[in-house]
């Protein structure tokens, strides 16, 4: 009977500690802010259609 006692209380003690360490990281996965969604490359615009890129009137 002991062992049986034994065998059901670690049971439970392991059942406890999965529960807490669960919501524990569901906890720590909650309080870490979230991130901002900032580009690391940014390109410069496309030129509208219709303009030209190059400056000046192209007379050289």
Do not use: K, W
């Not at 059901?8 to 969604?37: H, K, M, R, S, W």
Request: glycine share 8%; proline share 13%; charged share 5%.
């Amino acid at each position: 009977m002991p062992r049986l006692l034994a065998a059901f209380l670690t049971c439970v003690a392991a059942a406890v500690l999965a529960a807490c360490a669960a919501f524990g990281i569901v906890a720590a996965l909650d309080a870490t802010p979230e991130q901002q969604n900032v580009p690391l490359v940014t390109f410069p615009e496309p030129p509208a259609p219709g303009t030209t890129s190059t400056p000046g009137s192209g007379a050289g």
